[in-house]
């Protein structure tokens, strides 16, 4: 079988230290919008390049800006 090549993929550079924010604030919507789809999703780690300490934190804090009506819930998914 033959190999297949993979070429290495462009890494994304972390926002939040290119913003140079230390602490993820619910109430910073402008910086959460960054974070999320134009369909209203939680986009990847590895699609928005922060470590997974950093993932949890802004995935928590758009939760909680949902919660708070801040932020949109994803729309149903149609077909």
């Not at 986009?43 to 800006?65: D, F, H, M, N």
Request: no cysteine.
């Amino acid at each position: 079988m033959a190999r297949v090549e993979r070429r290495p993929g462009k890494r994304r550079q972390n926002l939040l230290l290119k913003e140079g924010v230390e602490r993820v604030d619910w109430k910073d919507t402008t910086l959460l919008r960054k974070f999320i789809s134009d369909r209203g999703k939680i986009r990847s780690r590895r699609v928005t390049g922060l470590t997974p300490r950093q993932q949890r934190e802004v995935a928590s804090a758009i939760k909680t800006a949902r919660e708070m009506a801040l932020l949109p819930y994803p729309g149903p998914s149609r077909s």
